[in-house]
Structure formats: C-alpha cells, structure tokens
C-alpha cells in the first residue's frame, strides 16, 4: 500500500546516468524550492512504460510552469535507463531503485511482475517544498497510468 497524503516523504539518494556519467539525486535537494512529482514504473523498455515517459516529456514545461520537478523511478540500472531514454528521446530524469529500498520506502513494491521478478509498481506522488506527500497514488494494474489530471490538480493548488 502506498504511502498515504500528510506523510513525510522519505528522501533517498539514487543514481541517474547523464552525459557527465553517474550523479547522485536527491529528493531534499527541492525542499524549500519546488515541488516534486515522483512516477514509479516497472520497467525500461516497456510498452506502457514508454508511451508513460514520452508523454511526461512532451509536458516538461508544464511541470516547470506549476514548479514542479518530475524525476521517474524505477528498479533498473542508471545504464539501461540511459540506453532506453536516449532511444526514446526521454527528457524525464531517470533516477535507479535498483536495490528496492525507495520503492519499499513508498510501498510501491509489485511482486513477481510477469514472473520476472519484483519490480516498482506503477505509481505518483507529489511531495510539495516541504517534503509532505500531497497525492498518492498506486495504479491498479501495471497496464494503469496515473491519473495526470488529478496531479496537475494539486500541483496548482501548490504554487
């Protein structure tokens, strides 16, 4: 079960692979600056996956214009990450769970997706500049999307 609305979010430090090679990304590093919408994911290189964070991408600047920071998360290696944002031309920062502990954190945790293994499930939450969770939400079914109307929703009341 996900972490509920009023919560403290939990920070962590995960790797992104960039041009510069791996940095580290911090969920503090927006407290007091702006808010943060985190999406939780199964899988790089995935269906709904993609159609997900090529969608987000083509909305950056929405996020930006709510002050909004969008990172996406997901258990796989900053590499393959990279590999699969560059194929895709994604512009949403990719951050690595790939030892489980953040996805745990939240209580986004899927079991057994396709009998592969355990992975993140498909989730958002918005945490505003003072670390409080502000929406949360665990799809139903990988196959799911966020409800990205609601997001924005409350990222606007936020400003």
């Known amino acids: 079960m996900p972490i509920s609305v009023g919560s403290q979010a939990p920070d962590f430090t995960l790797k992104s692979k960039n041009k510069d090679g791996l940095v580290d990304v911090k969920l503090s590093e927006n407290c007091g600056k702006k808010n943060t919408v985190l999406l ?30 969008v990172i996406g998360i997901s258990v796989d290696s900053p590499f393959a990450q990279e590999a699969w944002a560059i194929k895709e031309k994604i512009g949403v920062r990719l951050v690595s769970d790939l030892n489980k502990a953040t996805t745990k954190a939240y209580g986004v945790e899927f079991p057994m997706l396709a009998g592969v293994g355990d992975t993140s499930a498909r989730a958002a939450f918005v945490i505003d500049k003072k670390g409080v969770i502000q929406y949360s939400e665990q799809t139903p079914t990988p196959k799911d999307l966020p409800n990205f109307a609601k997001i924005n929703e409350v990222l606007a009341k936020l400003q």
């Not at 997900?52 to 002050?67: F, Q, V, W």
């Open 40 to 69: 939780f994911f199964p899988l790089a290189f995935t269906g709904v996956c993609t159609t997900e964070m090529c969608d987000i991408t083509s909305g950056l600047n929405s996020y930006a214009s709510l002050n909004a920071d």
